[in-house]
């Protein structure tokens, strides 16, 4: 299935929120369904959003643009498997012709090739919003303040903010994951490099990051319990009975402004091997419950 589906409100727009979707099951498209509720809840005149969904096996369960008028969308089923994830051709070639493996664990290919696509589409409708922020299917927005909290941040030096900074791969630099990320839109079309990750040593966007690092330029981001438990102190007891393995975002005045599921693929397919940890069910009610 390849269609877009565009809104016209997109072009007065200067932040675009996008999702790099992947639905192999109904779960995975309860998932973005939870997903875009939150962030339409929150979000005001000036947010654009997009789904770029690269590979879903054409489904009835599928999202489909007549549930979220509002929401742009890019569908596109021509790329190859390979591992259980969606990969471009070219990308595939690649690596074949330097014979690597690319490990199982890492859906990151799918989501680095959905980033590049709707940055050449951007491109190509000539849409170059102010902000552009990155994101993955398996997270809820839970705050008025959320867009104004991530700008507030873009002081200075400052061409990235993320929900969640961590080390990347080899531990060798901090890097923002792009599971919830805002960029200033002209550093990514300025980049020599794509989102496209060079595993196993830079995952999805980590070279733009050490990219523009290196010219001097700085990231911030938000507290996050993925590696800050204090977070967990902070926070109302509703965000705790989620459940384990959820990572929340605060702001700097301690309220929750984002969750994120986290392997949400692998626990929409009932293959994440850890069955304590918050599984969609679970998560998706909790999100009709409380949004």
Excluded at 180 to 200: A, N, T
């Amino acid at each position: 299935m390849n269609f877009d589906y565009f809104t016209q409100s997109y072009k007065r727009q200067d932040t675009a929120y996008v999702i790099a979707s992947y639905q192999p099951s109904k779960e995975a498209s309860n998932l973005l369904r939870v997903a875009l509720r939150s962030i339409i809840k929150f979000k005001d005149k000036n947010i654009s959003v997009w789904v770029v969904d690269i590979g879903s096996p054409n489904s009835d369960h599928l999202v489909k643009p007549s549930e979220f008028p509002d929401v742009n969308f890019i569908y596109r089923s021509f790329e190859i498997r390979c591992y259980g994830f969606s990969i471009g051709f070219k990308q595939r070639l690649k690596e074949l012709l330097k014979l690597r493996i690319i490990p199982k664990r890492h859906g990151s290919y799918a989501n680095g090739f959905a980033l590049d696509y709707i940055v050449k589409i951007f491109r190509k409708i000539k849409y170059l919003p102010e902000y552009f922020v990155t994101s993955q299917q398996d997270i809820l927005i839970l705050s008025q303040s959320f867009f104004d909290d991530f700008k507030k941040k873009f002081l200075d030096k400052v061409f990235a903010v993320g929900a969640l900074k961590q080390k990347n791969i080899s531990k060798e630099f901090e890097i923002l994951h792009s599971v919830c990320c805002m960029w200033k839109f002209k550093y990514v079309i300025e980049s020599d490099f794509g989102f496209i990750p060079d595993l196993p040593k830079f995952d999805v966007g980590e070279k733009i990051i050490n990219e523009f690092k290196k010219k001097g330029l700085l990231i911030d981001n938000f507290k996050n319990s993925y590696n800050d438990k204090t977070v967990l102190k902070l926070v109302k007891k509703k965000f705790l009975d989620l459940g384990d393995g959820v990572d929340i975002a605060i702001n700097d005045h301690s309220e929750v402004i984002f969750l994120h599921l986290g392997r949400g693929l692998g626990k929409s397919l009932g293959t994440y091997e850890n069955k304590k940890k918050t599984n969609v069910i679970q998560w998706c009610r909790w999100a009709n419950e409380n949004l």
